[in-house]
């Protein structure tokens, strides 16, 4: 029930990076942050479990990047701006070197996002890793990309491309025949994931809805049109695909670019006379997006082919989207 | 590597209670809220593990009111005032029973701390019971009450009282005999913190220095202490010692007094002049406080007995303060 010395060891070596001006971080019983003035706080937190959310052989420096990836994800989803975060790190043992890699891809990630580290926990767990990162940022009011907000006409776009996370996923876990050139096309996608924050920033006020698709973009469009009450038409040529799924087993690419989750780009809705503007933001902040469909009035997600007739995708579980 | 709609069907069961009026609750990428204009943020985070902050068998009502307690104490420690919080809670598995428990002790704290629970992540954990809880609260600029602010003539206070939750624990543990009556007497201390909240929100702008006890009184006034370049004095006599343990074998309630953790109550710094002041905002409050020695020039800690003779604590660790 106690923590012992090891803890302030650990925060002092590896994760006490100076907190910028006007931020007060690591050392005191809370961090301290200003928001610019009238604007709003967005928050967003993720637990990640040794052998549910990653495997026990992770690259540190790569799971310590995607701890923090996931949750810039969220605030990125919401249209808002990173502000800083907060980690909790619950390590079985100490070792130097995991600790210094995790760090240095948490730190790296941070910097880049303008998400400093302002304060967090660290313990000693009695199992494997636990990692828990809350992050903050800041949205003006009422320009928050909420999924309430899809309109019936509005476009659908996603970010990136789509697949490769889970493609990589199956080959980790051997739910696909080994093929290392395969691995190495798509483990980035997986390990070291992208999410498009400064692009979110730009969408708040422009987009209409949106979220990331780390449940898979079937099941996380259809929470937009849940929470919208409205429907949506996939035009599945228009998919970005990854480029390593070209060739593939049509059903497998079906499945992995409408079911594979733990993609940290956004799919979001905005009206079409947005699209100008759209691809003008996605090309200043250097990121691809696609338009692949419309939201409807008639509930549900249908998908169609190059030939306008509509895809029965044969994974498990579509049909509960359709 | 994912969590299935189990978590979906947890969230909605137990922790979706409507947001107040103005903040954006459970069901999006981020919680979205609003400080009060000038204000900064102030934020924390604890995590909680299964056999190491908690027993397996303790009460779920009592652990979900102690974690989101020991977090409102951080916001107290900074004289901030609650706004929300998130919640990420992993489970081994699904019990009703324990999740009804769990959150109803977690949301009568947070209605009653006015910090309303916005978000956050559930998932099925390979081991035990993991919290981690993030709250969020408002600080005036220059108002926090930071570790760093202690000044030399300084008064040092502490909330509440001091002991029980130690005495607990060993009764919990074995450490010492089992004494029904005995752990009657402290184990709410131990299970049902209370933190000061109104109270350290009140002391913003008027302590110098303020900070939790929980890692014990000895160790955490340390950390003002080093944070503040000053030494400090205490008088024995005037520590608030827990009812419970009155005539108890001396040397136990010394460094169950000095020593034990988790007591989250405040231990605070304040210049002599702001004493009645200090005294009516307590009594506002209803919180009891005590004035227990003084902040001094000469590095380190010393207390002083009845007598006003140096009182040379007998548990291991006090030489390191001293």
Known sequence: MSTGPNEFDLIARYFTRPAPSGFLGVGDDCALLKLAP???????????IE?????????????GHKALAVNISDLASMGAQPLACLLSL????????????FSDGFYALAER????????DT??????????????????????????????????WVTGTLGAADIALRLLQGRLPANNDLLKACRAALEWPEPPWAFGKALAGIAHAALDISDGLAQDLGHILKASACGAELDYPALPLHPALHGMDADLVQEAALAGGDVYQLCFTASPDRSIRIQELADRAQCRVSRIGQIVAEPGLRIRGADGVLIEPSFIGFDHFS
Do not use: E
């Open 38 to 48: 009238g604007y709003n706080l967005a928050t967003s937190t993720d637990l990640l």
């Open 51 to 63: 052998g549910r959310h990653f495997f026990s052989d992770v690259d540190p420096k790569a799971l």
């Open 90 to 101: 619950s390590l079985p043992d100490v070792k130097a070197d995991w600790l210094k890699a």
């Open 113 to 120: 996002a303008h998400c400093p580290l302002l304060g967090g």
């Open 123 to 156: 313990t000693r767990s009695t199992g494997g890793v636990i990692i828990n990162v809350t992050v903050m940022g800041q949205v003006k009011p009422g320009q928050a990309l909420l999924r309430t907000g899809a309109k019936v006409g509005d476009d659908i």
